[in-house]
C-alpha cells in the first residue's frame, strides 16, 4: 500500500509540474487516470475514468478571476479510489468534484504568501537578475509539486477504509444514477465542443461525419483520416509553407 501510495502522490506532481513546462496538458485526467491504472495494475479501469472524468470537467478552466476545482488531484484520487476498491466509473464520478473541491480550498490556503515571492521576482526583473526569477519560478513549482505528493500520497494511503464507507453509506439508486451520467457526459461533451468550434461553414462536414458513421459504417479512425485529408484540400495547407517561405524571401529582397 506504501509503495502504490507514493506511485500515486508521484502522478500527482508530475500533473503540478505540467505548469511548469508550460502547461502540455498532462494535468488532465484524461492523462492522470490511465497513469494511476497502470501504478494499480488496472489500466483499463484508468482509461475508462479518465474518460469519464475528462468530460466532468472540460468545463474546468480558469479564465480570468475564477479558479476551477482542482481536476489533477480530484481525477487522481477518485480514480485511485475506484480501482483499490474494486469500483468502477460510477464511484470515481460521485468521488472526483468533491474531492476537487476540497483540494482546492487547501491550496487556498497558501495562497496569501505567493505575492511576496512575486514581489520579489518583480524586484529582481528590475535588476536583470535572471537566475533570482528561474529560482522562484521553480521554487514555486516544485513546492506545488510537494504539495501535490502530500494530498494524493496521503490521502490514498489514509483515505481508502473512509471512501469505502462512504461508498457503502451512499444509496445504490445514486451510484446507479451516476452511472447514468456517465453513459450522458459523452453528449454533453461533445455539446459543449460544438457549441465552441461549429460554424455555418462546418456545419456541412459535422452532419458529413455523422452520415458516414451511422449509415455507411465508416470507422472513426476512417472519419478522422477522411476529416485531414478535407482539412489540407480545403485550406491548401500543402502549399502554405510554400507561399510562407515566398513572402518572407521577398521581404529579404526587399531589404536589400
Known sequence: ??????????????????????????????????????ALGDLQTGLAVGASLELLFMGSISIGAYVPPNETIGGVLACAFAISLGEGTEAAIALA???????????????PIWPFFVDKADAFAKKGNLRGIYALHWG???????????????????????????????????????????NLLPAMGFAMLGRLVITKKLVPFYFLGFLLCSYMGVPVLGVAILAIIIGIEKFDLINMNTGVQMALEGDDDDDF
Do not use: H, K
Not at 500515486?8 to 492523462?31: E, H, K, N, S
Not at 468534484?97 to 495562497?111: D, K, R
Open 1 to 38: 500500500m506504501i509503495v502504490q501510495a507514493v506511485l500515486v502522490g508521484l502522478i500527482g506532481a508530475l500533473g503540478c509540474l505540467d505548469y511548469q513546462l508550460g502547461t502540455l496538458y498532462m494535468f488532465r485526467p484524461i492523462v492522470m487516470c490511465p497513469l494511476v491504472g497502470l
Open 97 to 111: 468534484m468533491p474531492i476537487a473541491v476540497l483540494s482546492l480550498a487547501i491550496g487556498n490556503l497558501l495562497q
Open 140 to 182: 514555486i513549482g516544485l513546492w506545488g509539486c510537494v504539495e501535490y505528493f502530500l494530498l494524493c500520497g496521503g490521502a490514498f494511503l489514509l483515505g481508502v477504509d473512509a471512501v469505502q464507507g462512504i461508498l457503502d453509506w451512499i444509496p445504490s439508486f445514486i451510484l446507479d444514477g451516476f452511472g447514468v451520467a456517465a
